[in-house]
């Protein structure tokens, strides 16, 4: 499981509905499966997000057997999905995880 931090005025997000509902805006299929937010979309075969401490905790399943303009996609969705549920972009959640492994 990933692990992503949480700007603290999106902490909120870390609730199951309000989850959902970002989910909802990125991808399809999304269901509640106990404290996990499951959803699909692309190459994304499953990604659940739930609540880890102050974290949001995902676990993915990708298809790498999607042509490129399906993978290209799934990546921009997913990371529009993080940026929503964190309120961190892409290069603000490297340069934590850089920071966080100790480079």
Request: with cysteine.
């Amino acid at each position: 499981m990933q692990k992503y931090p949480v700007r603290a005025n999106h902490r909120a997000n870390l609730q199951p509905t309000p989850l959902s509902e970002i989910c909802r805006r990125h991808f399809d299929g999304v269901a509640q499966e106990g404290e996990f937010v499951v959803a699909h979309w692309g190459a994304i075969e499953r990604l659940s997000a739930r609540v880890e401490g102050k974290e949001l905790g995902i676990e993915l399943r990708m298809n790498p057997k999607v042509d490129e303009a399906v993978a290209r996609e799934t990546i921009r969705r997913y990371n529009d999905f993080l940026e929503d549920a964190t309120g961190f972009n892409s290069k603000e959640r490297a340069k934590r995880l850089r920071k966080s492994t100790g480079e």
